[in-house]
Each structure stands twice: as structure tokens, then as C-alpha cells.
């Protein structure tokens, strides 16, 4: 059990509308990292926090946005949503900064279809 | 920019049978590689983490090799069963992110 939890686990949305993704990491992980995986292929990365402060961003438009909150939990929201922006959105956590060799634990994912 | 690939893409395999996937990257300085479950619309379950200085890590049924200088690695399943049916995905560590592959969906034919 990897103790990552994230939510809503289905979510449908309109066109145009915004939304937000939550995740808690896993106890003792100060790093969480947001992923989207379209249907067949692997997951892209989004961006990453550590310690509250945005680590690293993939190929994403500024439309997605995120949060880590002092107990290390995460939000990911995405406005003006788009048909493309269907898909399972994966939140990781793992224990960053001067640990470069550790594992990373996934949540279920949120799947979010947006029509 | 690494690029990770995994073949084949589908396998379909009677039970009982040893099966081999294979996973390539193009850039061999990693600290690490994983190897990770997927059943159809779950997130993604670790099964084995082998680090730089390791060339195999063994869990159960489950054996991965890593041989950095090819940028390859495999995962072994022994004696594969129908529960073993899923997608299997491995990923190698970037800056501060993991690079994927597309997978291999596992079938197991009772």
C-alpha cells in the first residue's frame, strides 16, 4: 500500500471550465509530482514540487497550474480546459532534495474527461 | 532527451509460461530504473526499483536486470499466472522527473 491518496477518481467537466486535482503524499515524502497519461501511451510529465516550491516543468502551457501546502499535499488545476485534456491525471510521491535514489509511489489517479 | 522505449507493445501468453519484457533508454547516466504495474484505469503500483550499482533485483516471481552501458533492462516473470495480467511500464529518472515508456500489455491465458 503506498499511502498516496488522490481525489476526486472520475471527474466530468465542460469545456471552458476549471478544475482541481488533489493528492496527499505519502507520509514522509516531501515531493510530489504530477503526471498526465492519455489513453495507450506513458504517463508525460506535468511539474513537480518540493518542500512547496515548483521543481522542474515539463512541455505543459501555463493553463496548468499547481500548489503544495506545508503538509506536503498537492493540487493541480487546470483552467480553460480543453477536449486534450482528457485523460488520467497521476500524482507521484517521493522523498526529494539530496535523495536522488529513491522509489516513487503513484496514486489510483483522477480520470478526468472533459466533453 | 531520454527517450525510453518497450517492447513488444502487447504480449498474450499461455499461464505457467516464463516471460521476458524489455525496456531500452538512450541516455545511460541514470541513478536508477523502475519498473511498475498498471491494471486498466488504476495508477501505477512500483515493483522494483534496481539502482545504478545494482544489475539485478529480485521480488518473488519477479527478477529486473539493468545494464546501463547498452541502456537496457528486462524484467523476468516466472511461471506467469492470469493475475498477472496488466500493463507493465518502466521508467528512468531525469532531473527531477521520470521518463516513461508506452508499456507492454501482459495478457495471461488461463
Known amino acids: 500500500e503506498t499511502g498516496v491518496t488522490q481525489s476526486p477518481t472520475h471527474l466530468i467537466k465542460t469545456r471552458g471550465q476549471q478544475v482541481t486535482l488533489r493528492c496527499s503524499s505519502q507520509s514522509g515524502h516531501n515531493t510530489v509530482s504530477w503526471y498526465q497519461q492519455a489513453l495507450g501511451q506513458g504517463p508525460q510529465f506535468i511539474f513537480q514540487?518540493?518542500?512547496?516550491?515548483?521543481?522542474g516543468r515539463g512541455n505543459f502551457p501555463p493553463r496548468f497550474s499547481g500548489l503544495q501546502f506545508p503538509n506536503y499535499s498537492s493540487e493541480l488545476n487546470v483552467n480553460a480546459l480543453e477536449l486534450d485534456d482528457s485523460a488520467l491525471y497521476l500524482c507521484a510521491s517521493s522523498l526529494g532534495g539530496e535523495e536522488l535514489n529513491t522509489e516513487a509511489f503513484f496514486g489510483q489517479g483522477t480520470r478526468l474527461t472533459v466533453v | 532527451k531520454q527517450e525510453v522505449t518497450q517492447i513488444p507493445a502487447a504480449l498474450s501468453v499461455p499461464e505457467g509460461e516464463n516471460l521476458v519484457l524489455n525496456c531500452s533508454f538512450t541516455d545511460s547516466a541514470i541513478y536508477n530504473l523502475q519498473w511498475f504495474r498498471q491494471d486498466p484505469g488504476k495508477g501505477l503500483t512500483s515493483l522494483l526499483l534496481?539502482?545504478?550499482?545494482?544489475r539485478e533485483q529480485t521480488s518473488g516471481r519477479l527478477n529486473a536486470s539493468l545494464d546501463k552501458s547498452s541502456g537496457r533492462s528486462t524484467l523476468y516473470i516466472a511461471a506467469s499466472q492470469p493475475g498477472d495480467s496488466a500493463t507493465y511500464l518502466c521508467a528512468v529518472p531525469g532531473a527531477n522527473n521520470l521518463f516513461f515508456g508506452t508499456g507492454t500489455r501482459l495478457t495471461v491465458i488461463p
Open positions: 514540487y518540493y518542500r512547496e516550491e515548483e521543481n
Open positions: 534496481i539502482q545504478s550499482s545494482q
